[in-house]
C-alpha cells in the first residue's frame, strides 16, 4: 500500500496553496493591502491546520476517510465524505475557470477560448487516473521549478522595485477589505487542505504535523514576497486595478532578447502547478466515490468529474463579470466547509475520549 511521508505532505501542501494565487499575485478586495490580508490569514489558517494536525494525529495508520469512518460511524463518515467531495469539485470548478481565464490572456485571438480549459481538464483526469505515486512525484518536480522561477525573478524584480511606493497608511482607506481580503486567503488556500488530505494517503512514518505546516509556511512566506514585490512594482493604483497581479509586474521586466516575455517564462511554471491541483481536486472527488461505494480506491471514476468541472467552468466564464462574483461567494461557501468540518471532527473526538474516560472510571469503580 503506498504510504505518504512528510516530504510528500510538505510539497503537496505547498504547492496546492500556491497554484493560482501566485498567478494572481494578491486579493481582489484590497489588493494593494494584500500582503496584510496575508498576515492576518495566518490567525485564520493556522488554527486550522493545528486542528487538523491535532485530529489525524490521534489516527497514525488511518486516512482522512478512516478517520471520518472512525469519529462518525460507517453512514456519518460517507456523509461527511460526500460533503468533502462536493467542495472539492466547487473548488476544481473555480480553479479550472480561473486557469481558463488566465490562459485567454496568453494565446491568440484566433485560439478557441474553450480550448486550454479543455485540455488542462483532460490532463489533470489522467494525471489523477494514474494515481497518487505519480501525483507525488509530479509535485516534487513541479515544486522544484516553482522555486527556480523564484530563484531567478525575485532578484530581478529587486532591479524594477519601487521601495517608496510601499501603500500608506498602512490599512488604507478601506478597512473592511483588508479584512474579507484576510478571509478569502484563510478560507482559500490555507483552508483547502482539507482537499489534500483527503487525497493522502495513509502516512509513511511519523506524523503529517511536521509536513503539513512546513507547507503551510513555505506558501505562506512565497505568497508574501510575491505580494510586496507586486505592489512595489505595479505602484498602489494600478494594483488595484489589475487581477493577475503578478503577470503584469513581470512584464516589466526585458532584459535581452530571451526575457523579453518573461511573464510567460515563468506563468507556465505557475500553470504546471495549478494543472497539479487540478488532478488533486479530481483525485479526492474520485476517491469520494470509491469510498461512497465501498470501492478500492483505483477504481475511482475521474473522467466524468473533469468533463463535469470543465461544463461548470465554462457557464462560469460565459460573463467574464461571473468570475469574480464565484470568486467572492466561494469563501463564503468555504466557511461551512473548511470551518465547519474539522470542528464537527474535533467534537466527535473529544466526546469519544471522554466516554473512554467514563467507562474506564465504570470499570475501576
Known amino acids: 500500500m503506498i504510504k505518504a511521508d512528510e516530504r510528500d505532505v510538505r510539497s503537496l501542501c505547498a504547492l496546492f496553496m500556491l497554484g493560482s494565487i501566485v498567478i494572481i499575485g494578491g486579493t481582489a478586495e484590497n489588493a494593494s493591502r494584500s500582503w496584510l490580508s496575508l498576515v492576518l490569514s495566518v490567525t485564520i489558517a493556522l488554527p486550522l491546520l493545528a486542528l487538523w494536525v491535532w485530529i489525524l494525529g490521534r489516527f497514525p495508520d488511518k486516512d482522512l476517510f478512516g478517520v471520518l469512518g472512525e469519529l462518525f460511524g460507517k453512514w456519518g463518515g460517507k456523509l461527511f465524505a460526500g460533503l468533502i467531495g462536493v467542495y472539492a469539485f466547487i473548488t476544481l470548478s473555480w480553479t479550472l475557470g480561473n486557469y481558463t481565464s488566465f490562459t485567454t490572456m496568453l494565446t491568440s485571438r ?24 505519480v501525483i507525488r512525484g509530479a509535485g516534487r518536480i ?48 490555507f483552508g483547502e487542505v482539507i482537499i489534500l ?30 505580494f510586496l514585490r507586486n505592489v512595489m512594482m505595479l505602484g498602489e493604483r494600478s494594483m488595484d486595478c489589475l487581477y493577475f497581479h503578478s503577470f503584469y509586474a513581470l512584464r516589466i521586466l526585458g532584459i535581452g532578447s530571451f526575457f523579453q516575455r518573461m511573464e510567460i517564462l515563468v506563468s507556465v511554471v505557475y500553470m504546471c502547478s495549478d494543472l497539479l491541483r487540478i488532478a488533486l481536486c479530481i483525485y479526492c472527488c474520485g476517491r469520494v466515490v470509491s469510498e ?43 466557511l461551512p ?14 466526546l469519544r475520549k471522554n ?7 465504570w470499570l475501576k469503580s
Open 197 to 226: 488530505l483527503a487525497a493522502l494517503p495513509p502516512p509513511g512514518r511519523g506524523k503529517r504535523g511536521r509536513g503539513l505546516l512546513f507547507g503551510a509556511l513555505m506558501a505562506f512566506c512565497v505568497m508574501l514576497v510575491v
Open 110 to 133: 484566433d485560439t478557441v477560448k474553450e480550448v486550454p480549459g479543455m485540455l488542462v481538464a483532460a490532463a489533470a483526469a489522467v494525471v489523477a487516473g494514474l494515481g497518487f505515486r
Open 292 to 334: 461512497c461505494l465501498g470501492l478500492p480506491a483505483q477504481k475511482g471514476c475521474y473522467g466524468p468529474w473533469a468533463v463535469m468541472a470543465f461544463a461548470a467552468s465554462e457557464m462560469v466564464l460565459i460573463n467574464g463579470q461571473a468570475v469574480f462574483v464565484f470568486r467572492e461567494l466561494c469563501k463564503y461557501i468555504a
Open 142 to 189: 513541479f515544486l522544484t521549478f516553482m522555486f527556480i522561477a523564484l530563484g531567478v525573478t525575485i532578484p530581478l524584480s529587486i532591479l524594477s522595485v519601487d521601495f517608496s511606493a510601499f501603500p500608506l497608511p498602512i490599512f488604507g482607506h478601506d478597512r473592511a477589505g483588508v479584512f474579507e481580503g484576510a478571509l478569502s486567503l484563510g478560507m482559500m488556500p
Open 337 to 350: 466547509f473548511c470551518v465547519g468540518i474539522p470542528l464537527a471532527c474535533a467534537f466527535a473526538l473529544f
Open 355 to 361: 466516554e473512554q474516560s467514563d467507562g474506564k472510571l
